[in-house]
């Protein structure tokens, strides 16, 4: 007997996909330049002697280096990375890599969290979907390997998805919790603007007849009453013990990108964000314009696909009003994209996912001949102009040849060429070969040329460069103490120790005249110009990075 099935009820046809391969994607993504380098930038620098700070002194409430309190922030991130290294060091994982592990602990949860809330949005099949457009985002790669408070935030914002994802099936108190915790990890991480934004979009999503009901109001209500005095916790406190301090951060780091109430830091909207949102989210911009061509009016009829379009309009307005914009705060708008880009991912033309799978293959492609060949010609020295032009970017790395990190780029390479020649590319199978591109190019870099960025991101090569041109008789002395050397910079005190034996002490209180010998890490210009009358002074320097220079100088 012949039975008709709606095309709600017909069971959906059983997936190409493998799970695990996502699982192993994932996974290559998340620990590729986890392992085997040192600090990388300022912020990763900052942050960790501040965790530092934190495991030695035993000030949780605000941590200070050098007489500098932590006060951009709260220290919430501090707080977990202290605790990332105090466990991992305590079972023998390397210093760096024990406070990077909170990173990758971070990256892993908030992609599995938004795969869970894609699920639930839109249906079985469609969470690995967004999971991988995520890791296709080119953008995200170096804050979700370094040790940065933006791992943080994306974990808040996969919460708040989560739990707006689940609040009709959830109790109401389980929802409005997780909301309200949401909101207490974007205020921790970030100050008020990205909780602002949240608490926005959870009003505003009441315009909409499909969030207008009790249990959506009542979740509201729980959320604000839990989130409120988790939120006035550490100010509170601070306001208690250090109330001078407690103003500084409410007068000048409140509002946070957007700077404080006494200093408020507003500016006109710019190109900016619309220039580097075509990069850094990509693919997910084109494919949520596509969805919103097909959704049409359904697009802001429905109310989940509102709930998308909502959060991804304020929040590109909330990023365009910025006076010191910053490519990574487009992280707040990853999930909408995400989520939309997903959402019709089976209705993608043939001809698109033919061009993205192609756009694909060439780009990656050729990334990969020019590493590949870049590597063989560096280190084998078969072309001396490719030599002197590497030698001119970074003249401190000394080239050698890695037989591990030659395996692991020659295992990957052939698995890579297979994925993206499979045959009848399909729009699910185009969107997985990106994100395997995008993971190949990241983990070939940080296996040929993860020595070659350590030498010209790190500061421990410009620190033994510098200590080679002192003379021995000035090192002698300053490790006997007979004389010392100060400086009044911090990012040059936090970068010296933390590499040199010869400790430099902190003058940012105190006259640099206290020590005969100063140091500045900083541009050479600005140094003659400041003093004038220094005739004797040591250089460290990149011929391609003028201002990150190391200086010694006696008066």
Same mark, same amino acid.
């Given at each position: ?57 035993? &000030? ?22 202290? !605790? ?8 023998? %994982? ?29 249906? $079985? ?37 989560? +739990? ?26 970030? @100050? ?64 946070? %990108? ?45 109310? %989940? ?32 994209? +995400? ?10 033309? $043939? ?10 293959? +060439? ?12 590597? %063989? ?82 500061? $421990? ?18 490790? @006997? ?32 005249? !206290? ?20 005739? &004797? ?16 100088? &006696?008066?």
């Amino acid at each position: 007997m012949l039975t008709y099935s709606s095309p709600e009820k017909k069971p959906l046809p059983k997936s190409p996909e493998k799970p695990w391969l996502l699982l192993l994607l994932a996974f290559i993504w998340l620990w590729a330049g986890i392992i085997g380098r040192d600090l990388w930038g300022s912020e990763e620098s900052h942050l960790y002697a501040y965790i530092n700070s934190i495991l030695e002194t035993q &000030n949780w409430l605000l941590p200070s280096i050098y007489e500098v309190p932590y006060l951009s922030n709260s220290p919430l991130y501090l707080w977990l990375g202290s !605790i990332s290294k105090f466990l991992f060091t305590s079972i023998g %994982i390397p210093e760096y890599l024990s406070v990077r592990l909170l990173t990758l602990i971070l990256m892993s949860a908030s992609l599995l969290i938004l795969g869970t809330a894609a699920r639930n949005f839109l249906g $079985r099949r469609y969470g690995r979907v967004a999971a991988l457009i995520i890791i296709g985002c080119v953008g995200i790669i170096l804050f979700g390997h370094n040790i940065s408070q933006l791992p943080l935030l994306f974990f808040s914002l996969s919460l708040y998805s989560y +739990a707006l994802s689940q609040y009709k099936a959830n109790k109401i108190f389980r929802t409005g919790l997780l909301i309200a915790l949401s909101w207490m990890i974007a205020f921790y991480t970030q @100050n008020l603007p990205p909780v602002l934004l949240l608490i926005l979009i959870s009003v505003c999503l009441t315009l909409h007849p499909g969030w207008r009901n009790r249990q959506y109001y009542l979740v509201l209500l729980v959320s604000i009453f839990i989130f409120l005095p988790l939120a006035a916790l550490w100010p509170s406190a601070l306001y208690v013990v250090y109330p001078f301090y407690f103003d500084t951060w409410l007068d000048l780091y409140s509002l946070g %990108i957007y700077g404080g109430f006494a200093v408020p830091k507003f500016s006109l909207p710019t190109w900016y964000y619309f220039k580097n949102i075509i990069w850094y989210t990509f693919p997910a911009w084109p494919l949520a314009i596509w969805a919103i061509v097909k959704l049409k009016k359904n697009s802001y009829k429905n109310p %989940i696909y509102f709930f998308f379009l909502l959060w991804s309009i304020l929040g590109f307005l909330f990023l365009l009003f910025q006076s010191d914009p910053e490519n990574n705060q487009l992280v707040l708008i990853i999930p909408p994209l +995400a989520f939309l880009a997903a959402s019709q991912i089976d209705t993608l033309k $043939r001809g698109f996912s033919a061009f993205l799978n192609w756009l694909g293959i +060439a780009t990656f492609g050729l990334l990969a001949l020019f590493i590949w060949g870049e590597y %063989i010609a560096i280190n084998f020295n078969l072309s001396s102009s490719l030599y002197e032009r590497s030698a001119y970017f970074n003249p401190l790395y000394e080239p050698h040849v890695s037989i591990l990190a030659m395996l692991v780029a020659l295992i990957f390479t052939p698995i890579w060429l297979y994925a993206v020649n499979r045959k009848r590319i399909e729009c699910r199978q185009a969107v997985t070969n990106w994100a395997t591109g995008v993971t190949f190019i990241w983990l070939l870099m940080m296996s040929l040329f993860l020595s070659w960025l350590d030498t010209s991101k790190s500061a $421990r090569p410009l620190v033994a460069e510098l200590e080679g041109i002192i003379p021995e008789t000035t090192l002698s002395e300053l490790n @006997n103490l007979q004389v010392c050397a100060n400086s009044d910079h911090l990012e040059t005190l936090i970068n010296w120790n933390e590499y040199s034996q010869y400790k430099i002490q902190s003058s940012i209180n105190n006259p640099l005249s !206290i020590c005969q010998y100063h140091m500045l890490l900083g541009s050479g210009q600005e140094f003659t110009t400041k003093y004038p009358e220094v005739k &004797n002074a040591w250089y460290a320097k990149r011929e391609r990075k003028k201002n990150n220079v190391f200086i010694l100088w &006696n008066k």
